[in-house]
């Protein structure tokens, strides 16, 4: 089940629960014989009569750019006695309810929400229309002498009156719980409307789209389905009952008002085309489905058809060409592709007003919803494979044969489709999308080459297939508007689509999210390599640029029907959500673009070394032997292991003594040794001589030490012996962080900057008792740097398990192969130690590939290829270098707790080092806000100091506010790290 239907019930009664109760299992709710014994059907009416309240929550956030999720949260918020639900029993007034409920999505989303607007939306006649599957099932239902109830968790509206937007005339029994006082699954509803009907449990069936008010049902002896999607509903109810209940034109209504045709017009020509024995009057429907040419379903005598036409008024430049969908079609049917039977194409606008094109109506089934909901996953498997190879069948059609030759261009199919929609976007254009105009940079630089040229249907997906109702067997295919010769992995690729969307995506749902193994649902990956098999196509390596070529042209699509929509001219009934939602998908392109990147950049040749070289390299060293327990720190005795699970501090005037102590000697420090002395430090890392450490800095960290200011860094829970370091808890040194930030020099004077200190907690953590003494006491004692190689040009190195750096084991060696950057430190002299992080086993488990090595840098092999800058900076003497590891052989005892632990290493170094970085920015911050407001005293401007200009001041108290606030948090996270681990503050709302 995905994410979203956890959430979704009739109001989402008791929506908490369902995350912790087994789902019905709808095989039982089946029938195997005709017939019926029931004599009731009771319906819930949101989800199952009109669009359940999650989708028109998850709509509305996307249009008002409220958080995801926002609204559903809110909702269960309080359980039983949160304003919800005391709401839906008619406890409290809507004005009291929508003043509740607005502060707490307030709270959950930490802005302002309309929730006027949200319950506008959700009570307006526009949303709450009841489904026609539905009304069509309780005619039928009725018409056999069943009785029909609807039992629904609703409200009063502040009319006073309650909220049922369906005609209680079709229902014999109507019981709402704001009215009655109770809810489901509270059994007592379910007894009150049996006993209005006048009939036993086991003598009806309940509908209902959340799974405990089902079994609360079922539990009284009432039979239940489950209601994930109305149509598949109702053809099990219709099993149940033994009768059918869905006589009409599946997917179709009444023609709207701006897509009417004359059907006088129309019925002289199709009289004329199919002869003078056609008799009786026009039947005209128009289908739902869809959003660019609008199609209509057509009776005549006994004859049924599909009419699709042009849109009316101006069109984009060879958009909704009905001609080519006629012809493709035509010709493919006589290939052998499944397609409707084309039986005329008619360019006389003079008609019904645009050129339009007649196909026999072929009864089936159209899966709009990708889940495919109601079904067994062995059957999903089956659609899915079925879609796969009809589109197999499409790509292998000889053109020759066909016809088809000049269908399209040969060749050359991406740059031109690149071209051709980013010229109908931006004929659509309305307001500029910042990932759109990246896309239309950067689309026609990274072209793969076209393999082949085949038949392209352009808008290849699953609903685009009808198919059989019995089997999975594709009986036709719709939709050629967008279609061509060209690339087919583009089709791939575009029938891929709802893999990356949400469920809750309106105009195209996704199974993103979705447990697709439990469903039987074809990966994308899975659904790539069926399709390479059954046509004998070699994978590629630029699926990325496909997928964001696919949503490119979704968005521009989008744009389109947007723009049509203000004309009155789009063919959906919905059209103007497409204008939001064009910028979601073209940021969901962008990030296909993205990765597709590192691919590419993976495969440009590489920088050739530069001529100097930036690295001096450190001769062997004498190693100290082990001191046991020693203590590295200089502060006798800072904190006390009874001060880890202490109260949050906020002040550093609520330090416990010692620690107060010890930070007042930090500022003295500071104000006296490190602040004098940054001009001369900044001149040296100007100079020619950068690369060489200053010997000022050696000269300060003698005197920290001396003063007992020295590796303050190590948490008290890594170091509970304070044998290593100060033994102050997260929390505490977090205020000394901050003071250390406001000079770029102090951390290292004190022995307490990255990556040492991240490497030293490693070693503290993770090292043996060789490994600490050669390369933590040195650390510890700053006689020597290290470095932290993880991060590499070719992939998204925040995710550590994407690294492809290699180690392999080699007569009792581990060789290290791979290319790094942005190594921080790594340029410095006295860099003496590499902690190094690859791949030693990609067959594993994603996060047991990875192994951490200690590698001494004086090891060959080890080639630092240049330095580079971080907002023009080369942070000279450590820089950030981009290094080429070419064979070095490591030693095994080298290797950190074992193969295969490097993830775990990863994550547990990571943790205490963030809260630094954080807090020492806050530090810099605040040094920044003090030369602000020193500036603003002395500066004259328009006869005044700049102190006394309103919009200075203004700005001031803002940045003031944003850095108390910054600092809040991270004391916070800081302090839960002490009292409930690294990994669980991730976890903690605030």
């Known amino acids: 089940m995905c994410i979203r239907r956890l959430f979704q019930s009739s109001y989402f009664h008791w929506a908490w629960r369902a995350a912790f109760m087994k789902p019905m299992q709808q095989g039982t709710h089946r029938r195997t014989h005709s017939g019926s014994t029931y004599r009731a059907v009771i319906f819930d009416m949101g989800g199952v009569l009109i669009p359940s309240p999650a989708s028109v929550a998850a709509e509305w956030e996307v249009q008002n750019h409220i958080p995801s999720g926002t609204i559903l949260k809110a909702l269960v918020k309080g359980g039983e006695n949160g304003p919800w639900m005391r709401f839906m029993r008619g406890e409290i007034t809507t004005e009291d309810f929508l003043q509740e409920f607005g502060k707490l999505c307030s709270e959950i989303s930490e802005i302002s929400v309309p929730v006027d607007s949200f319950f506008s939306r959700l009570t307006s006649k526009q949303v709450a229309k009841q489904f026609p599957v539905m009304t069509e099932a309780i005619s039928q239902i009725r018409k056999k002498g069943l009785q029909t109830a609807v039992l629904s968790n609703n409200f009063r509206l502040s009319d006073g009156k309650s909220f049922l937007p369906v005609d209680r005339k079709q229902f014999d029994v109507v019981v709402e719980s704001c009215l009655e006082g109770v809810c489901k699954p509270d059994p007592r509803i379910y007894h009150l409307c049996l006993a209005r009907l006048g009939l036993q449990p086991s003598e009806s069936i309940f509908l209902d789209d959340l799974g405990q008010n089902l079994e609360a049902a079922s539990s009284l002896g009432i039979r239940t389905i489950k209601v994930d999607d109305p149509e598949a509903a109702v053809k099990e109810l219709e099993a149940l009952l033994g009768f059918p209940l869905h006589v009409g034109i599946p997917n179709t209504r009444p023609v709207r008002k701006t897509m009417e045709i004359p059907k006088d017009a129309l019925e002289k020509y199709l009289k004329g085309l199919l002869g003078t024995q056609t008799t009786g009057p026009l039947?005209?429907?128009?289908?739902?489905?869809?959003?660019?040419?609008?199609?209509?379903?057509?009776?005549?005598?006994?004859?049924?058809?599909?009419?699709?036409?042009?849109?009316?008024?101006?069109?984009?430049?060879?958009?909704?060409?009905?001609?080519?969908?006629?012809?493709?079609?035509k010709a493919l049917a006589n290939a052998g592709v499944p397609v409707p039977r084309v039986l005329d194409l008619c360019e006389d606008s003079s008609v019904i007003g645009t050129p339009f094109y007649l196909m026999e109506y072929c009864p089936g089934l159209i899966y709009k919803d990708p889940s495919l909901p109601g079904l067994e996953p062995t059957q999903r498997r089956a659609i899915y494979t079925a879609m796969n190879r009809v589109l197999c069948k499409i790509h292998s059609v000889d053109l020759h044969a066909a016809g088809l030759d000049d269908y399209g261009k040969q060749g050359d199919y991406l740059p031109r489709q690149v071209q051709t929609w980013t010229k109908q976007y931006r004929a659509a254009e309305t307001s500029t999308i910042p990932a759109m105009e990246r896309l239309i940079q950067w689309l026609p630089l990274h072209l793969p080459r076209q393999q082949k040229t085949t038949v392209v249907h352009g808008d290849f997906r699953l609903d685009n297939l009808l198919f059989h109702p019995d089997k999975a067997e594709v009986l036709a295919v719709l939709d050629w508007e967008l279609s061509t010769l060209g690339d087919p992995l583009a089709d791939v690729a575009y029938s891929c689509l709802t893999h990356y969307l949400p469920p809750s995506f309106p105009m195209l749902r996704g199974v993103r999210g979705c447990d697709l193994t439990r469903l039987g649902i074809p990966t994308a990956e899975e659904y790539f390599s069926m399709y390479c098999r059954h046509t004998g196509t070699p994978p590629v390596d630029c699926w990325n640029f496909y997928m964001a070529f696919s949503f490119f042209r979704v968005a521009a699509i989008l744009q389109g029907v947007y723009k049509r929509s203000l004309t009155g001219q789009a063919s959906s009934a919905t059209p103007e959500q497409s204008g939001k939602l064009a910028e979601s998908i073209a940021n969901l392109a962008w990030d296909f673009a993205v990765k597709e990147g590192f691919r590419i950049f993976k495969e440009m040749p590489a920088t050739k070394p530069l001529r100097r070289s930036y690295h001096t390299w450190a001769g062997p060293q004498s190693l100290p032997s082990s001191t046991g327990t020693r203590s590295y720190?200089?502060?006798?005795?800072?904190?006390?292991?009874?001060?880890?699970?202490?109260?949050?501090?906020?002040?550093?005037?609520?330090?416990?003594?010692?620690?107060?102590?010890?930070?007042?000697?930090?500022?003295?420090?500071?104000?006296?040794?490190?602040?004098?002395?940054?001009?001369?430090?900044?001149?040296?890392?100007?100079?020619?001589?950068?690369?060489?450490?200053?010997?000022?800095?050696?000269?300060?960290?003698?005197?920290?030490?001396?003063?007992?200011?020295?590796?303050?860094?190590?948490?008290?829970?890594?170091?509970?012996?304070?044998?290593?370091?100060?033994?102050?808890?997260?929390?505490?040194?977090?205020?000394?962080?901050?003071?250390?930030?406001?000079?770029?020099?102090?951390?290292?004077i004190f022995n307490c900057s990255a990556p040492d200190t991240g490497n030293m907690e490693l070693l503290v953590r993770y090292g043996t008792e060789e490994q600490k003494a050669r390369w933590l006491t040195p650390l510890l004692e700053g006689k020597a740097r290290s470095c932290f190689a993880m991060t590499e040009p070719q992939v998204a190195s925040s995710d550590a398990t994407n690294i492809e750096a290699s180690i392999r084991e080699e007569d009792g060696f581990y060789v290290i192969n791979g290319h790094k950057w942005w190594i921080s430190g790594i340029l410095d002299p006295r860099c003496q130690l590499c902690v190094f992080m690859g791949k030693t086993n990609p067959q594993a488990p994603s996060h047991q590939q990875q192994s951490v090595l200690l590698v001494p840098m004086d090891t060959p092999g080890i080639?630092?290829?240049?330095?580079?800058?971080?907002?023009?900076?080369?942070?000279?003497?450590?820089?950030?270098?981009?290094?080429?590891?070419?064979?070095?052989?490591?030693?095994?005892?080298?290797?950190?707790?074992g193969p295969g632990r490097g993830f775990e290493i990863a994550q547990g170094r990571l943790g205490p080092g963030r809260i630094h970085h954080c807090m020492r920015l806050i530090?810099?911050?605040?040094?920044?806000?003090?030369?602000?407001?020193?500036?603003?005293?002395?500066?004259?401007?328009?006869?005044?100091?700049?102190?006394?200009?309103?919009?200075?001041?203004?700005?001031?108290?803002?940045?003031?506010?944003?850095?108390?606030?910054?600092?809040?948090?991270?004391?916070?996270?800081?302090?839960?790290?002490?009292?409930?681990?690294?990994?669980?503050?991730?976890?903690?709302?605030?």
């Open 283 to 329: 039947e005209l429907l128009q289908f739902d489905h869809g959003q660019s040419n609008p199609t209509y379903y057509i009776r005549l005598s006994s004859h049924e058809l599909v009419l699709r036409k042009k849109p009316p008024g101006s069109l984009l430049p060879s958009a909704h060409a009905v001609e080519r969908e006629f012809r493709v079609m």
């Open 633 to 748: 720190s200089s502060v006798p005795g800072a904190s006390s292991a009874h001060a880890s699970k202490r109260a949050l501090v906020i002040s550093p005037e609520d330090l416990s003594p010692p620690v107060r102590e010890l930070y007042d000697r930090l500022q003295r420090f500071m104000e006296q040794h490190v602040y004098p002395l940054e001009p001369e430090l900044q001149r040296h890392q100007a100079s020619a001589g950068r690369w060489s450490p200053s010997p000022l800095i050696e000269d300060l960290k003698e005197k920290a030490k001396a003063e007992g200011l020295w590796n303050l860094f190590l948490p008290l829970e890594t170091d509970p012996e304070k044998n290593y370091g100060a033994g102050l808890t997260n929390m505490e040194y977090t205020h000394l962080c901050e003071v250390m930030g406001m000079s770029l020099y102090a951390p290292e």
């Open 863 to 897: 080639r630092v290829i240049r330095p580079l800058t971080v907002y023009g900076l080369e942070d000279a003497p450590g820089g950030h270098g981009e290094v080429q590891f070419e064979n070095v052989r490591v030693p095994k005892e080298n290797m950190v707790l």
């Open 923 to 990: 530090g810099f911050s605040e040094r920044a806000l003090a030369l602000m407001k020193t500036r603003v005293k002395s500066r004259v401007a328009f006869g005044k100091p700049l102190v006394e200009q309103g919009t200075i001041l203004a700005d001031i108290a803002q940045s003031r506010a944003e850095i108390e606030q910054a600092r809040l948090l991270v004391l916070k996270a800081a302090h839960l790290m002490d009292v409930a681990g690294n990994k669980q503050p991730a976890l903690t709302p605030s």
